[in-house]
């Protein structure tokens, strides 16, 4: 995807893309499966729930108690997004100071911002998607990514810079194939032996 500089960008993208940012953290996942309709819970209570089960097998008699691993990745990842969330509320609207960060994100999505808080509206954006992709990555939800560190063959890009400005490999492959983040060039597992040769690396 494209990046739109803030000029460019009219405020209702903006606002829509704020809406998509939210969803990935509080929504429901809807799924097809076999003919039938499955629905997962958000990414939020998803890391909420391996909270609990973490906390409770780290609970056993005869030995110290101590967080596991992805209890304190859990922990870390719920803290920043309520921070945010309430960073991110505050002069925007109202909310219950006993509503949940869920409540808090959907009150956020359904506000409306005018054409010069365009830039403020992009930065939460960017908050939210850093939080979906590093929640997901504890949640289990995405396949290990590898960056090929190599221009990619379509566009020559080797970089890839977020709308917050972070920079990153343009081309990464995962199990499931491999894609530059700067043109969306894409290519499936099928073709990583093609994507190998025009590298000029060995399969």
């Not at 289990?140 to 972070?166: E, F, M």
Request: charged fraction near 20%; glycine fraction near 8%; proline fraction near 5%.
């Amino acid at each position: 995807m494209t990046v739109v500089e803030h000029e460019e960008m009219s405020i209702g993208l903006a606002q829509r893309r704020l809406q998509d940012s939210v969803a990935a953290l509080v929504d429901p996942v809807i799924s097809w499966s076999g003919g039938r309709v499955m629905s997962t819970d958000s990414l939020y209570s998803r890391v909420r729930g391996a909270l609990t089960k973490q906390s409770i097998r780290s609970g056993g008699r005869g030995a110290p108690q101590r967080s596991a691993p992805c209890a304190v990745d859990c922990l870390d990842w719920l803290r920043a997004v309520d921070r945010d969330s309430r960073r991110m509320i505050a002069g925007v609207a109202v909310v219950d100071p006993g509503s949940g960060t869920e409540t808090v994100l959907r009150v956020l999505a359904g506000e409306s911002f005018g054409p010069e808080q365009t830039g403020m509206v992009l930065s939460f954006v960017a908050a939210l998607q850093r939080h979906a992709r590093s929640g997901a990555e504890i949640a289990g939800d995405n396949p290990v990514r590898v960056p090929l560190r190599k221009p990619c063959p379509q566009c020559s890009s080797l970089w890839h810079r977020s709308v917050s400005g972070v920079r990153s490999w343009a081309l990464v492959a995962s199990e499931h194939g491999a894609r530059c983040s700067e043109c969306s060039a894409t290519w499936t597992t099928q073709q990583f032996g093609l994507l190998a040769a025009m590298l000029e690396q060995p399969v």
